[in-house]
Nanobody, 125 residues
Framework: QVQLVESGGGLVQPGGSLRLSCAASGRSFSSYATAWFRQAPERSVRELVASISASLRIKYYGDSVKGRFTISRDNARNTVYLQMNNLKPEDTAVYYC?????????????????WGQGTQVTVSS
């Protein structure tokens, strides 16, 4: 069992930055792939933003965030981060942390097994 708790969301102006954190508890967290998803108010599905493999060697980014967002992970602290730079109004969403036993989480893999409760990010002037 893995528990995930996100933090770091808030209100930021366009062009600004935020860093989201996802603190994990539970056994063998370092063996799980982790990812950040987001769900905008007007959408019914969650979009995969970024993911990182358990080995830390493989990273995936969605096309809409490439070059602006960076995912990282500190296994010693059981924490996953999402650094978001040059934020745009269309980045406004609830951001969720997820974990799964798959090697890597990508759009074609099954829905991750573990989810956090989400943190709101609002980009507005």
């Amino acid at each position: 069992q893995v528990q995930l708790v996100e933090s770091g969301g808030g209100l930021v102006q366009p062009g600004g930055s935020l860093r989201l954190s996802c603190a994990a508890s539970g056994r063998s967290f370092s063996s799980y792939a982790t990812a950040w998803f987001r769900q905008a108010p007007e959408r019914s599905v969650r979009e995969l933003v970024a993911s990182i493999s358990a080995s830390l060697r493989i990273k995936y980014y969605g096309d809409s965030v490439k070059g602006r967002f960076t995912i990282s992970r500190d296994n010693a602290r059981n924490t996953v981060y999402l650094q978001m730079n040059n934020l745009k109004p269309e980045d406004t969403a609830v951001y969720y942390c997820a974990a799964d036993g798959a090697a890597i989480i990508v759009p074609t893999t099954a829905v991750p097994r573990y989810w956090g409760q989400g943190t709101q990010v609002t980009v507005s002037s």
